[in-house]
């Protein structure tokens, strides 16, 4: 495997096997990811010294929809025997039109928290409502992690695909977390898995835009770059086998950070895997961000 660093090649410590190819929507975007072992919350042992709360709604208020009250909906997975523990929250993919929360195998057991969240999807919402979802649920992990045990100083964001670009919107457009009176900046790291840093071509679709047709706007990543944001691991897959310039987008991505100044941001290109199985084989590397920048965390 080459873990490719902006045209530099690093040999990893580990050896991964490619694994399935994932279904894929007319435009593109996986639907569900048949290389990323997931495990739904009857799955989960409860005694192995971790607890699984789901179904939890993440937002509240009087003016409610039916379809809220049903997508506004989180579980979360921590450590009972443990304290100050890191947190990841994780959006899943399917191009803003599709998919369902889960937490990915290989983070159980890992001495962390995940929060899997699911969000409001197109066509029954448009932009920026799921951006405004996956904002409410890392404000609500803010708010309510220590009274599980974990430390709101180790909250990471991540997510694959679409989550991606959540993970990236929440991270980097400091207004949707305004709303809820956090501060981006407090976010210990993000990690997004070959999303979007361009304008998410579903939003694009939205206003009529073919998905071939390259957009930077409010609704970019790429337009927030900033040098105070968190810490940030970018990953994404081959880049002869990404979706439609998935990792020069977020190479451009990287480097416009580190222009701007930003002190701690690397990204990864994960050779001979596609964008639907590049999910599993970053998950190691997502633990080991997660852990090493914990450890700088006071």
């Known amino acids: 495997m080459r873990c490719e660093i902006w045209g530099i090649v690093v040999t990893c410590a580990f050896?991964?096997?490619?694994?399935?190819?994932?279904?894929?929507?007319?435009?593109?975007?996986?639907?569900?990811?048949?290389?990323?072992?997931?495990?739904?919350?009857?799955?989960?042992?409860?005694?192995?010294?971790?607890k699984t709360e789901t179904g939890l709604l993440y937002r509240q208020g009087n003016e409610l929809t039916d379809y809220m009250k049903e997508k506004c909906r989180l579980d979360i997975y921590y450590p009972s025997n443990a304290k100050d523990f890191s947190t990841v929250v994780w959006f899943h993919g399917g191009g803003l039109t599709g998919g369902k929360r889960s937490i990915p195998r290989e983070l159980l057991a890992q001495g962390l928290?995940?929060?899997?969240?699911?969000?409001?999807?197109?066509?029954?919402?448009?932009?920026?409502?799921?951006?405004?979802?996956?904002?409410?649920?890392?404000?609500?992990?803010?708010a309510n992690i220590k009274k599980y045990g974990g430390s709101d100083k180790k909250i990471f964001v991540s997510g694959h695909s679409a989550g991606g670009y959540l993970t990236l919107m929440v991270g980097m457009d400091k207004r949707w977390l305004a709303e809820y009176q956090v501060d981006a900046n407090r976010i210990a790291g993000l990690i997004p898995y070959s999303g979007h840093t361009i304008t998410h071509f579903t939003v694009r679709a939205e206003r009529g835009i073919n998905n071939k047709v390259p957009v930077v706007d409010d609704m970019a990543p790429l337009y927030h770059a900033r040098k105070e944001a968190a810490p940030m691991l970018i990953i994404t897959g081959d880049r002869e086998l990404e979706l439609l310039g998935r990792y020069e987008e977020n190479a451009y991505f990287w480097r416009m950070l580190k222009v701007a100044g930003h002190p701690q941001v690397e990204i990864f290109e994960l050779d001979g895997y596609n964008h639907g199985q590049m999910a599993k084989p970053a998950h190691p590397l997502l633990l080991r961000f997660v852990r090493r920048v914990s450890t700088q965390t006071k």
């Open 15 to 50: 050896i991964l096997i490619p694994g399935l190819v994932s279904g894929e929507n007319l435009v593109g975007e996986t639907t569900s990811v048949g290389s990323q072992a997931t495990v739904k919350p009857a799955d989960r042992n409860q005694d192995d010294g971790y």
């Open 113 to 142: 928290a995940v929060v899997a969240v699911d969000y409001r999807l197109h066509p029954k919402v448009k932009a920026p409502e799921y951006i405004r979802d996956a904002a409410a649920a890392v404000a609500w992990t803010f």
